[in-house]
């Protein structure tokens, strides 16, 4: 029987590489995966492109990774509070595509079901549509926005089975949910694991079919 429990975070992040796009789920520290946060550190990759609603305010979180300037680039919707990525995007050294959260949410969810993009009106008129193509409907412009995906997936999820079906503890499930469908290696850390079967299938909020590891939380 298929079986995604890995031992640690450490295992969770095999084969992250120097360049690649990560998401990482989370609003503020409700479904952060900060297990891994710290095990990407130990990995010593370099110039990773990071999708994320936020860009850290605390050092167990993103500000880890752009304290040890580890990425390049983020694609976020709320930037503020991040002391470290501040100090690197005013000295740039550090990309930043800022996007409007629903408009992040909708481009993840777009590259999670194999779409070629949407229509949306946010951002038309100002800089947030600069280069990108617009397309008039029934007489009202719309921005082409683009699909999200990336070769690693990182969220927190509550309870999972070995199977890698998982539930949210409330709000932590916030990006969490869709991220996992829009990742090419799609990692959850949780705080228990349980047997096949035991969890309610109403319950469920991220199937099997799109995890390919889980494992169990170090932190209290």
Known sequence: MRNVVVRDAEAAVEGVKDGQTVMMGGFGGAGLPKDVIKAVLDKGVRDLVVISNNAGSSDDDLS????????RKIICSYPRSAKQFAEQYRAGTV???LVPQGTLVERIRAGGAGLGGFLSPVGVGTVFADGKEKIMVGGREFILELPLRADFTFVK???ADSLGNVTYNKT???HCAVMATAGETVAIEVDRVVETGQLDPESIVTPCIFVDRVFVRSQP
């Open 95 to 97: 990309e930043l595509e």
């Open 64 to 71: 880890a990774w752009f304290g040890a300037k580890i990425v």
């Open 157 to 159: 999820g509550h309870l």
């Open 172 to 174: 932590a499930r916030n």
